[in-house]
């Protein structure tokens, strides 16, 4: 795996107070890596991710936040709020690094990164560095988020680069925010062959989720009857 970017991200700064429904020792983190996502279920590809930039970025944690209701996405999550959260907090327990938090799956309406990292760094003391880590595709349309330039003004970006797709160039987002690219970093070489939608769809069709998804994780979704699993035995 390779890790490309103009420089390591340096610290940003803002102030504010409070932010609730968070496990874990996040909070006390120095380097944070925030990793978002609807987590429809969470899968072994997420927790790959979510190891690689632990690792390489050296961070002291990853918080993974479930999105309520996501504003960009045309069809909604599968599962309720509740119950993705509830995956999420038993894909991720095992390692201690890991945090969750129920900011947005406990917000009404439409939920904006912008708001969940304005709350972050508004519980978070003034010398933590937030790192938002998101996928090559969602790099690429970070222009069409809601308010954009504050969410490259109050965060590093982390994008973990597709291996099937020509490199992303880090300078696109100096025409959102002016010097956004010297906090950005690239993770190359990660060869995630998993998604969501491969997830649910194994469910529909009765096969075994060794090697997709936790193993608790998979025993929740056959627990509940989830994504047209049905308990088997």
């Not at 987590?39 to 632990?54: E, M, Q, T």
Request: proline fraction near 6%.
């Amino acid at each position: 795996m390779a890790m490309t970017g103009a420089r390591r991200p340096s610290p940003r700064s803002c102030r504010g107070d409070g932010l609730a429904g968070t496990t874990g020792q996040a909070r006390h983190a120095a380097r944070l890596g925030v990793l978002g996502g609807t987590f429809d279920p969470i899968h072994d590809g997420h927790l790959k991710i979510a190891n690689a930039a632990l690792h390489q970025l050296e961070l002291d944690r990853i918080l993974f936040i479930p999105t309520g209701k996501p504003w960009l996405r045309a069809v909604c999550p599968r599962a309720t709020r509740r119950q993705r959260l509830a995956m999420t907090l038993l894909g991720t327990q095992d390692e201690t690094r890991f945090s969750v938090s129920a900011v947005e799956t406990g917000r009404e309406g439409p939920t904006y990164t912008v708001d969940t990292l304005r709350l972050l760094r508004q519980q978070l003391p003034d010398d933590t560095e937030i790192l938002f880590i998101v996928g090559e595709d969602s790099a690429r349309s970070i222009s069409s988020w809601h308010e954009p330039k504050k969410i490259l003004a109050s965060c590093s970006l982390v994008v973990i680069e597709r291996p099937d797709v020509e490199g992303f160039n880090v300078q696109n987002l100096d025409a959102i925010h002016p010097g956004s690219a010297q906090h950005t970093v690239v993770i190359k070489g990660l060869d995630l062959g998993i998604s969501a939608t491969e997830v649910r769809s194994r469910c529909a069709a009765g096969l075994t989720l060794a090697g997709w998804v936790p193993p608790k994780v998979e025993q929740y979704i056959v627990q509940h009857k989830l994504y047209g699993r049905e308990k088997r035995g």
